[in-house]
């Protein structure tokens, strides 16, 4: 599907964009990727990276800014939006700057896509925005249910949406492993709770799901990749085996485990060889057999959480894993 085509990604120099962008070229020779974002230093240390490929083009420019996401869509067939404020605390002491990106980016997108001629779109979503405790989840569900309606919204356009949803990013930056590896030689880890959880995702993990979903989407669905949970304190002792724990509580907005599909979603859920889908409650859209193909309908008590998961990730297995990819932790 994605070869010889147009793709877009919204905040392309985060951490997904920079494992997306030379795993796409790799497997589906586009004609060309085009990186949206606002922040032009990232820009220039990731078009370093690709300065000799053709097919990767840089644009400045905020989902904020409607006009210019009109610019940016030309000739554009799959968009790919990873653009956010994420940061749980930063959200709630700025939540004007929060709606503005997270709620009113996801607007301006999902108008520009439809008028752009877009043919499909997926949204990256979290774990947060599953029953959400704080506002950054709180913007993320919004936003999940402006991509799930927009597939209404679109009509006769035939642009479709959809929304991949998956926890902590192995190794991304601001995510408790290089956290962790920054602070070790100090001899105390923090430990908000030691009964605290995580789902454990790699960004190559990430990568493939969203290539799954736009193979997949009628449009509507939240596509939820299964993966191992791991407990907090467990992650410390592997990166810092010698070092002492400390509890100090958990911060405002935070979750003692992750969740990524809600006993409330659970009539609508599908559960699949790899990964489960939640299908829209809107249109009947839940019923429809091009939408849940081989799905298996989940218990109407069901819940994905980081701490009822029947997967969990060993230390051996997160060390290994480390030792792979420590030249990359923390780098994107």
């Not at 990186?35 to 989902?63: H, T």
């Not at 990873?82 to 999902?110: D, Q, R």
């Amino acid at each position: 599907m994605l070869e010889n085509s147009t793709i877009l990604i919204t905040g392309g120099t985060g951490s997904f964009g920079n494992a997306f962008v030379p795993m796409t070229l790799a497997k589906y020779n586009p004609k060309k990727v085009i990186i949206l974002s606002r922040d032009e230093m990232k820009q220039w240390d990731m078009a370093k990276k690709f300065e000799n490929d053709p097919r990767v083009r840089f644009f400045i420019g905020d989902v904020r800014d409607r006009d210019r996401l009109y610019r940016a869509l030309d000739g554009v067939d799959y968009v790919v939006h990873a653009a956010a404020t994420k940061i749980v605390p930063t959200a709630e002491y700025n939540p004007f700057e929060c709606v503005k990106t997270n709620i009113h980016g996801a607007m301006n997108l999902i108008d520009a896509c439809i008028d752009k001629g877009v043919k499909k779109v997926v949204a990256l979503s979290t774990d947060k925005a599953s029953s959400p405790v704080n506002l950054y989840g709180a913007t993320k569900l919004a936003s999940d249910k402006l991509f799930v309606s927009g597939n209404a919204y679109s009509g006769e356009h035939g642009t479709t949406f959809s929304v991949v949803r998956y926890g902590n990013v192995m190794g991304s930056r601001g995510s408790v492993i290089p956290f962790f590896m920054s602070i070790r030689n100090g001899g105390v880890l923090p430990i908000t709770d030691p009964r605290m959880t995580r789902f454990m995702i790699s960004l190559e993990q990430g990568v493939e799901l969203v290539w799954h979903a736009f193979e997949d989407m009628v449009g509507g669905e939240i596509y939820v990749k299964k993966i191992p949970s791991m407990r907090v304190p467990e992650i410390a002792t592997v990166v810092a085996p010698e070092a002492k724990q400390d509890v100090v509580g958990i911060r405002p907005g935070e979750k003692l485990h992750e969740q990524m599909i809600g006993v409330e979603d659970a009539p609508f859920t599908f559960e699949y060889e790899e990964h489960f889908k939640i299908l829209p409650s809107i249109n009947n859209w839940n019923t429809s057999r091009e939408r849940i193909k081989n799905g298996t309908p989940v218990d109407e008590n069901f819940t994905y959480s980081s701490d009822n998961n029947d997967e969990w990730m060993s230390s051996e297995q997160l060390q290994n894993w480390i030792d792979s990819n420590e030249h990359k932790i923390g780098a994107i």
